[in-house]
C-alpha cells in the first residue's frame, strides 16, 4: 500500500480521537482501512503459501 495512504489513515485516527470526523472522513477512513487490509491478507497469504517446515528427521514439507 502506497505511504500516503497508510498516513492518511493515521492522520484520520488521530484526529477521530481529537476532534472527531466528519461523515466523508469516516467514509474515507472506512474505505483506506478496507485496502489496508486486504492488502495485509493477500501478504500473509503470500507467506504462509511459501513457508516450509522441516520434521526432525530431516525431510523438508510445505505447509497446507
Do not use: C, H, W
Not at 1 to 19: F, G, H, Q, S, Y
Not at 29 to 54: C, H, K, P, W
Amino acid at each position: 500500500m502506497d505511504p500516503k495512504k497508510i498516513e492518511r489513515i493515521n492522520e484520520l485516527a488521530r484526529k477521530k480521537r481529537t476532534v472527531g470526523l466528519t461523515e466523508g472522513e469516516v467514509q474515507e477512513q472506512a474505505t483506506l482501512r478496507q485496502e489496508y487490509l486486504e492488502g495485509f491478507r493477500a501478504n500473509m497469504q503470500q507467506v504462509l503459501d511459501n513457508v516450509s517446515i522441516q520434521r526432525p528427521d530431516g525431510p523438508i514439507e510445505r505447509l497446507q
